[in-house]
């Protein structure tokens, strides 16, 4: 069974930074690609950033390129977000994902398995 667990969410003013983990077990975590997906209140859930299995190839939405940087580490089987320039339009739960493919996708139906998400609030 497939887990993954987000931590390092919080609130914090706007420009600053935070940094995302994403800890999963249950398979082979180098094989794929990870994501990260965001979902703010009343809005339906967005792609934000991607990461091949090898971790050289990757993949931003137009909004957080500059801002924010995808990493993984396959020895620890986790995946980061770091997140720099924080504005108020960032706040949303983020999500990590598992990819079903080894290449980095935007599209939703890429990913198989999701986690519970952690909150990103980002005052002005």
């Known amino acids: 069974q497939v887990q993954l667990v987000e931590s390092g969410g919080g609130l914090v003013q706007a420009g600053g930074s935070l940094r995302l983990s994403c800890a999963a077990s249950?398979?082979?975590?180098?094989?794929?690609?990870m994501g990260w997906f965001r979902q703010a209140p009343g809005k339906g859930r967005e792609f934000v950033a991607a990461?091949?299995?090898?971790?050289?190839?990757?993949l931003y939405e137009d909004s957080v390129k500059g801002r924010f940087t995808i990493s993984r580490d396959n020895d620890k089987n986790t995946v980061y977000l770091q997140m720099n320039s924080l504005k108020p339009e960032d706040t949303a739960v983020y999500y990590c994902?598992?990819?079903?493919?080894?290449?980095?996708?935007?599209?939703?139906?890429?990913?198989?398995?999701w986690g519970q998400g952690t909150q990103v609030a980002v005052s002005s």
């Open positions: 990461i091949s299995r090898s971790g050289v190839g990757v």
């Open positions: 994902a598992v990819g079903n493919t080894a290449y980095p996708y935007s599209a939703s139906e890429k990913y198989d398995y």
């Open positions: 249950g398979r082979t975590f180098s094989s794929y690609a």
